[in-house]
Nanobody
């Protein structure tokens, strides 16, 4: 099993910044992609950003140029630096990891519990 724990969410004014962190732990053999998704009330979960173990990144259109994803493979940790935040960025942010455990060679998607980000206008 793989456990993901997010931190860093909170309340910030529009134009401000936040940095999210997500640490993966458990019986990890390898982690391929890690990423962040978000879900606002009444909306579907959407891609924020992903990063592969090699450092290739992908961003949702609404956050390009404002958010930066990074990763520390040695610590099984992924970060999301969020700048120039807007009220429409308000959502629960979920960490995701595509991981293989030492007990099972099949890669699965794992999710964290989510962290709330609220941007006030």
């Amino acid at each position: 099993q793989v456990h993901l724990v997010e931190s860093g969410g909170g309340l910030v004014q529009a134009g401000g910044s936040l940095r999210l962190s997500c640490v993966a732990s458990g019986s990890i053999f390898s982690i391929n992609a890690m990423g962040w998704y978000r879900q606002a009330p009444g909306k579907q979960r959407e891609l924020v950003a992903t990063i592969t173990s090699g450092g290739s990144t992908n961003y949702g259109d609404s956050v390009k140029g404002r958010f930066t994803i990074s990763r520390d493979n040695a610590k099984n940790t992924v970060y999301l630096q969020m700048n120039s935040l807007k009220p429409e960025d308000t959502a629960v942010y979920y960490c995701n990891a595509e991981a293989v455990t030492v007990h099972n060679p099949i890669e699965y998607d794992y999710w964290g519990q989510g962290t709330q980000v609220t941007v006030s206008s």
